[in-house]
């Protein structure tokens, strides 16, 4: 059967179907505007008149429409949107680094695949900050001062900087707190680009409020810790003019005290603005713990540490650790007690006991020895310690035996100025060590040892991470003759905390192949080390130095050298360090050809 539609039923779809097929292109076009044009699988993004490397970085970090270029693209007013909002973020950038009449133009180029889309800067050079002008609003107060504006860290007479502004913003606030101001607002920052002249000027209008003393000191968290003693460590008191740093340094000395994991100090408010109380919060350790160490050297072997500590044994922090030290060559049992805050705050009284056996190349020696020191934190940076000890030893070195009973008074220095204790990056470390011993028994047995050391950290570079470390140690002895020392006081070389390459203690003056020790040292060690990623680095070094029969320099002695290269795995405790390193003045029948040093920490 056949069907025919008639004439008004066929128009009025064909009617339709038309209208539908307008209506789609009206919308395909309104919202993305293809105009007849072919859609884009991807483009290209081109950045043109960026001079400055680290600008164009920045820039190009900054781009949306660089970072989605791969990506498959509906329309060019689609690409036209991306452009015109990235060039939006590009001024705001431009502006914040002084370029204040820097110019965009953007361009799309569509006649090839694919698409070509290119940032056209002209940037000049930028504004130059030359003033910096502070205002308080609170004028009635006279004794505010007004802040240095180079202890700000903003430079004048240098190119704007946004972020130096807002950084030196926070520091002009933070020197009026330390004026005794806790509360000093900002009340407005006007910043003024003078087009004609290219300078920019910057007025900060500041409101110090009021003026105020430390009041109380409130604690959370004390469980066993006696509250008493832990405000001896406050550096300051009730009545006190308000300080800032003062917070910061409080904080430094709990954390040292090793008893808390965490400390948190601030304000606790009461309403009164002259009066700043203090709300310390902080968590207990455990008191006790026990520690493991490992280390392998193929010239001393094998090496394990155990140590155990309890950190407050009745509630004032003191502490008593013991220390198991195993290897091939040493055995050593090591007792410690310490109580801070001795006869007055920042002083520890300290007692030591010791049971060694080392049994060396060099000598066999049992010794027995105990001390008593008192330490005293002179700074931040400085500490002294002074004592009285005494040593029993009996000494085998060449088949003759000696034994000595030697009173001894040590006396320290340490400044330690480096950012990290375990693994620093800058600053440095130096300490002196002064000991005169002296044998009851044979009045002509004394002589003074010392000791000094001094370390140096410089960071290279922040990527790859990169730092050049440096050590030099000097010894000498004074009073006795050589061979009237004992041998496990005298001065060796060699080894892995000493030269590495060279098997430990042979460094030095030599009796046939067995080291005899001597009355100077000198040693000196460099290293660059390159963190690669956050877990791995790596270390290329030399060290030099060696042990004097009398005195640094003799004739016929020389200063050897070692080098190498090794790796490092960062953990929390610090470098896992695995080192190999090659004598540079190998001897006959002394040394290896390498040596291969494994343990925690860095070597120096």
């Known amino acids: ?7 008004a039923f066929f128009l009025h779809h064909c009617k339709f179907l038309l209208g539908l097929i307008l209506f789609s292109v009206f919308i395909i076009m309104a919202s993305g505007g293809v105009c007849l044009c072919e859609a884009s699988d991807s483009y290209r993004v081109e950045f043109s008149g960026i001079k400055d490397k680290e600008l164009l970085s920045r820039i190009r970090d900054l781009s949306e429409t660089l970072e989605a270029a791969s990506k498959p693209l509906a329309s060019v007013n689609v690409l036209k949107k991306r452009m015109s909002e990235d060039t939006d973020l590009f001024m705001k950038l431009l502006k914040s680094e002084g370029y204040f009449d820097a110019e965009i133009t953007e361009k799309i180029d569509t006649i090839k695949t694919p698409w070509n889309a290119v940032f056209i800067f002209n940037c000049k050079t930028p504004f130059v900050l030359s003033s910096v002008n502070i205002l308080f609003s609170d004028k009635a107060n006279k004794d505010i001062k007004i802040p240095d504006i180079s202890k700000t860290g903003i430079g004048l007479n240098k190119p704007y900087s946004a972020k130096a502004v807002l950084d030196g913003q926070e520091k002009l606030l933070y020197l009026i707190k330390k004026q005794g101001f806790p509360y000093p607002e900002l009340e407005k920052r006007e910043i003024v680009a003078d087009h004609s002249t290219r300078k920019v000027t910057v007025e900060f209008t500041v409101k110090a409020n009021a003026e105020a003393v430390f ?31 003062l917070l910061t ?3 430094t000395a709990l954390m040292k005290l090793g008893l808390f994991s965490t400390v948190k100090i601030s304000e606790a408010g009461t309403g009164d603005k002259g009066i700043f109380h203090v709300m310390v919060e902080v968590n207990e350790r455990k008191h006790r713990s026990v520690g493991v160490g490992l280390n392998y050297h193929t010239d001393e072997g094998a090496g394990v540490k155990f140590t155990w500590e309890n950190r407050n044994l009745s509630g004032r922090g003191e502490k008593l ?3 198991f030290n195993l290897s091939d060559d040493v055995t050593t049992v090591e007792g410690v007690f310490k109580k801070p805050a001795f006869l007055m705050d920042k002083q520890t009284l300290r007692f030591s006991v010791e049971k060694s056996r080392e049994d060396s190349d060099a000598y066999l020696s049992d010794s027995v020895s105990g001390s008593v020191f008192i330490d005293r ?14 040593k029993y030893s009996d000494i085998t070195q060449l088949g003759e035996v000696n034994s000595y009973s030697l009173l001894f008074m040590p006396l320290y220095l340490n400044l330690n100025k480096s950012d990290d204790l375990l693994d620093p990056s800058r600053g440095g470390r130096l300490s002196v060590k002064l000991v005169p011993y002296y044998e009851p028994s044979d009045e002509s047995l004394f002589y003074n040892k010392l000791l000094i050391n001094y370390r140096h950290y410089l960071k290279l570079a922040e990527k790859p991470f990169s730092v050049l470390a440096g050590s030099i140690t000097a010894g000498m002895i004074k009073g006795a003759r050589r061979d009237d020392i004992p041998a496990d006081e005298r001065f060796y070389a060699g080894g892995g905390g000493s030269v590495r390459g060279y098997p430990y203690q042979t460094v030095g003056p030599l009796s046939g192949t067995t080291p ?20 791995i680095g790596f270390v290329l070094f030399m060290d030099g ?18 080098a190498g290269a090794g790796l490092r795995y960062y953990t929390p405790i610090g470098p896992l360090r695995f080192d190999v390193a090659l004598p540079l003045d190998k001897r006959d029948a002394v040394d290896d050809s390498f040596q291969v040093y494994i343990s925690i920490g860095q070597a120096f």
């Open 249 to 251: 340094k409080g904080y």
């Open 215 to 245: 009041g109380s000191t409130l604690f959370t968290g004390l469980e066993s810790i006696d509250e008493s003693f832990i405000k001896n460590y406050l550096p300051w008191k009730k009545g006190d003019k308000f300080d800032p740093d």
């Open 516 to 535: 005899v020790g001597g009355k100077a040292l000198i040693e000196m060690s460099v290293e660059a080390r390159f963190k690669v990623t956050q877990k």
């Open 545 to 562: 130095g060696s042990a004097f029969t009398e005195k640094l320099f003799e004739k016929d002695e020389d200063i050897m050298w070692g």
């Open 377 to 390: 934190d002179i700074s931040d940076v400085v500490d002294v310690s002074g004592g009285l000890g005494f």
């Open 1 to 7: 059967m056949e069907f025919t539609a008639p004439p």
């Open 321 to 323: 650790g013991f220390l």
